[in-house]
């Protein structure tokens, strides 16, 4: 959910801490219900940028380790249209696809508030590495046999706990606060206090010792002088 969009925005109805008093809660409700439409919250947004980022690095590892084996071109053919489970690398580049594109349909188009989604795609990820390192040669091509399966491992298991433990966490407490919100405007009306009327500025009274003051100056005024 524009920097404005904040998770759920709740900065939309509770900006400025207790100013709930400032402006009526009825617009505020309005609008966190506009922002919701139109934005997804900053964690979640960070989390999808996250998920890109998985298959960018993965990308570009596999770039780096087809270089660095001969070329480009000859790799690719080998990896590809040569395709073999025991030495190819090509296969973990499909399961960062896999992930990106499962996980940005779940969580950015479709916006799903539940974790299992990121669960079946994090469960593939770990099942595959896990036997492709035990049954295939990757341990044998050097350092990329290490580092591809490693890093693949280890960015699902990170976008598991990102979104198990900030993403829903936090956008759930968002629509908590904004609930209670709309409670408290349903069944207490705001008072908007009046327009402050002319007979609230007023004087204060003369005190007693200064009329007793004036008087005793008038009375030695009126005296006969002798």
Not at 42 to 55: A, N, P
Not at 107 to 113: H, P
Not at 195 to 217: H, K, M, N, R, T
Request: aromatic letters at 12%; glycine letters at 4%.
């Amino acid at each position: 959910m524009a920097s404005q969009c904040s998770s759920v925005d709740s900065r939309a109805t509770l900006r400025g801490g207790g100013s709930i008093n400032s402006t009526p809660m009825s617009a505020r409700i309005e609008s966190y219900e506009g922002v919701e439409k139109k934005c997804i919250s900053d964690v979640r947004r960070t989390f999808c940028l996250f998920v890109t980022f998985d298959l960018l690095f993965i990308t570009l590892l596999w770039i780096i380790e087809l270089n660095v084996n001969g070329g480009i071109q000859e790799e690719l053919k080998k990896e590809v249209l040569e395709y073999d489970y025991h030495k190819s690398f090509f296969d973990i580049f499909v399961l960062a696809a896999f992930r990106f594109t499962v996980l940005i349909l779940a969580y950015a188009v479709c916006r799903l508030r539940h974790w299992w989604a990121i669960a079946i795609t994090t469960a593939i990820t770990s099942a595959f590495l896990i036997a492709k390192v035990i049954i295939s040669k990757l341990l044998s091509q050097g350092a990329f046999g290490y580092l591809l399966p490693i890093i693949s491992f280890i960015l699902a298991w990170i976008e598991t706990w990102f979104l198990d433990f900030k993403v829903l966490p936090q956008e759930a407490n968002d629509e908590n606060r904004y609930l209670t919100i709309q409670n408290i405007a349903e069944r207490a009306p705001l008072v908007h206090p009046g327009p402050v009327s002319d007979g609230q500025f007023y004087s204060p009274p003369e005190s007693v010792a200064d009329s007793d003051e004036e008087l005793d100056d008038k009375h030695d005024l009126e005296k006969p002088i002798v």
